[in-house]
């Protein structure tokens, strides 16, 4: 079955920094590709998602990029602030009526 | 626009006793999940259902039972807990497999 892999566990940046947290995943078939990012204390929430019939995908200070050959993809963040701390989880799946198979998390610490 | 509402939010169980989970959204989603969440563990699905009258099990699912009761509702049931099963319990749902999913507040579970 899919497996997916996140790294680094932790990461800690200044303000205004850029953070990039990777992931990889085991399953070709795999099409749909979201980010959700989770405060202390609280549910996740869907930040980006890219599929794989693009190769990148920016919302503001967010972007996603994925590599289908190699089989893996990255979130990156721009001008980090302090509201930015957070873990931040990757996903995949492949097509409709598939689950999501989560990675097990980066712990962003963003430093005044 | 409550989104996922999940019931209830704290509990404190003993060893061996049973519980329900409930879980409900309004958004005509056709898929709904449920994940425990342990520290540095991410998000492990226990089951999931691809869509009204089926169920299928996800990484965990020893210890528990579901129910998707009908299109909006979908239950999780402890027969008799055990402290391993100490954990925050999500449920989730979207509009089909492989797409974005809204996370509920989570139940935060003890059992003693």
């Known amino acids: 079955g899919e497996n997916v892999e996140q790294h680094p566990s932790t990461l800690s940046v200044q303000e205004g920094d850029s953070a990039v947290i990777k992931c990889t995943y085991s399953?070709?078939?795999?099409?749909?590709f979201p980010w959700y990012k989770q405060e202390l204390g609280k549910r996740p929430q869907l930040i980006i998602d890219i599929r794989s019939n693009v190769g990148e995908k920016k919302d503001q200070r967010i972007a996603v990029t994925l590599n289908k050959t190699a089989k893996h993809f990255s979130l990156h963040i721009t001008e980090t602030q302090p509201e930015d701390s957070a873990v931040y989880f990757c996903?995949?799946?492949?097509?409709?009526?598939?689950?999501?198979?989560f990675g097990t998390g980066t712990r962003l610490q963003v430093f005044p | 626009n409550a989104g996922v509402t999940q019931t209830p939010k704290f509990q404190v169980l003993k060893t061996g006793q049973s519980m329900t989970l409930q879980c409900a959204q309004d958004?005509?989603?056709?898929?709904m999940y449920w994940y425990r969440q342990d520290p540095g563990m991410g998000l492990r699905l226990i089951y999931y259902s691809a869509s009204e009258g089926t169920t299928d099990k996800g990484e965990v699912p020893n210890g528990y039972n579901v129910s998707r009761l009908n299109k909006r509702e979908f239950s999780l049931r402890l027969e008799s807990a055990a402290p391993s099963q100490t954990s925050v319990y999500f449920c989730?749902?979207?509009?089909?497999?492989?797409?974005?999913?809204?996370f509920g507040d989570g139940t935060r579970l003890s059992i003693l």
């Open positions: 399953d070709s078939a795999s099409n749909y």
């Open positions: 958004m005509n989603h056709n898929s």
């Open positions: 996903a995949a799946s492949k097509n409709r009526g598939d689950k999501l198979i």
């Open positions: 989730a749902s979207s509009p089909d497999g492989g797409q974005p999913q809204h």
